[in-house]
């Protein structure tokens, strides 16, 4: 079965970096998409990026508000994504997803993905 694991999250001061990495088991990255979403206290859970397929290829997708900060990449050999994240600020601080599915479409959409990691915390000190 499919099996999603995030690590990497952790304490930085605001400014610094973090790089996350979800493991996938139980699949191709070729074959699914593959995204990060975050859910602060009290709020929803929000897309930040993701990869897709469409007949053109492999396509990446990020969150206007991210743009320039947070980069999205993959190693398919070691069937890993990464989400490298800089100049971090406290209102970063948030649970970090990885999600895989297996569809084109809903790409930036918490219901396009059927497989959810558990979440690894990312904290981000003023």
């Known amino acids: 079965q499919v099996q999603l694991i995030e690590s990497g999250g952790g304490l930085v001061q605001a400014g610094g970096s973090l790089r996350l990495s979800c493991t996938a088991s139980g699949l191709t990255l070729s074959s699914y998409k593959m995204g990060w979403f975050r859910q602060a206290p009290g709020k929803e859970r929000e897309f930040v990026a993701a990869f897709s397929w469409s007949w053109s290829g492999l396509n990446t997708h990020d969150a206007d508000s991210l743009k320039g900060r947070f980069t999205i990449s993959r190693d398919t050999a070691k069937g890993t994504v990464y989400l490298q994240m800089n100049s971090l600020k406290p209102e970063d601080t948030a649970v970090y997803y990885c999600?895989?599915?297996?569809?084109?479409?809903?790409?930036?959409?918490?219901?396009?993905?059927?497989?959810w990691g558990q979440g690894t915390q990312v904290t981000v000190s003023s």
């Open positions: 999600a895989a599915d297996r569809s084109i479409t809903l790409v930036t959409s918490i219901s396009g993905y059927d497989y």
